[in-house]
Structures are given as structure tokens and as C-alpha cells.
């Protein structure tokens, strides 16, 4: 295979930068792992191909949000808690508190919103890589913000 070291260069270069991507998306570094690695076996399955006509990169950050997807669609279940919280949740001040923040939202809802700031991503892009309408993406966005203002205030300026 007279590509393996296209591939293997591709890897170790855009590597950390795709776990970046893939945290933002789950929120936890194992699943991010596993996510990138499940994406590159596929990526890696189709080099020639993806090289020629695509940018790999892209390729293979679609292929991650699918992916990502796809697992939180199988593992959709109510999470049952043993007490309600009557009282407001605490007010995030830091980014660290946003991050808690986000990580509470929908996965489609954080995905969505990822995929938006983080990536810059359009709604049609964003439509197509998770395979719902753009109109999906601006409500799915729209809701996920809501939820985030009504818990995190704008930092205190000094």
C-alpha cells in the first residue's frame, strides 16, 4: 500500500486536533478517543478514495459527528435521579461552569451548537452532517441557548 504513509502523516498530524473535536462534542475523553479511532479504521478503509476527491479532514469530522450520533441514539433513556432540585441551579462564572453548563444539554442540542461556534459550521453543513433539517438545526440551537441563558449570566466586569 503505497499510501499507508499519506495516512499515517495525516494521523499524527490532524490526531490531537480531531480529539479536541470529538471532546467538545461528548464531554468525556474516552468516548472521544473512542470516537476518533473508530473514525480513522474508516477513514483509513477508504484513503485512496477520500484523498482524491475529498478533504480529509472534513471526512473525517462528519464521519465523528456521525458516529457520535449514532451512539446517543442507541443509549437514549431517561436518566432517573433520586431527588428533584426545587431550587434554581447556581449561576456559571467561569468557563469551567460553562462547560458544566453545556455538557447538560441534549447531546443533539450540544452537538448542534459544537458544530455552529466551535467549528463554524453553517446550518445546511450542520443539517447534513447529522442528517436532520436545517430548520432542526436553527430550533435545536435556539432551544439549547435558551437553556444556557437561563442558568449562565454575562461575567461581572471589574
Known sequence: MDDAPDFADFAANRGHALFRYAYMLTGNP??????????????????????????????????????????WRRRRREHLVWEVH?????????????????????????AVLVL???????????????????GTVRSQASRALDKLRATVTQPRSL
Open 30 to 71: 474516552h468516548d472521544a478517543a473512542d470516537l476518533v479511532q473508530e473514525a480513522m479504521m474508516r477513514l483509513r478503509g477508504s484513503w485512496s478514495r477520500v484523498q482524491r476527491k475529498h478533504n480529509p479532514e472534513s471526512y473525517v469530522k462528519t464521519t465523528i459527528a456521525r458516529l457520535h450520533i449514532s451512539v
Open 86 to 110: 426545587e431550587r434554581p441551579q447556581p449561576v456559571a462564572e467561569s468557563p469551567l461552569d460553562l462547560w458544566d453548563e453545556l455538557a447538560k444539554l441534549p447531546k443533539r442540542q450540544r
Open 116 to 134: 455552529r461556534y466551535y467549528e463554524d459550521r453553517s446550518d445546511a453543513e450542520i443539517a447534513e452532517m447529522l442528517g436532520i433539517s436545517p
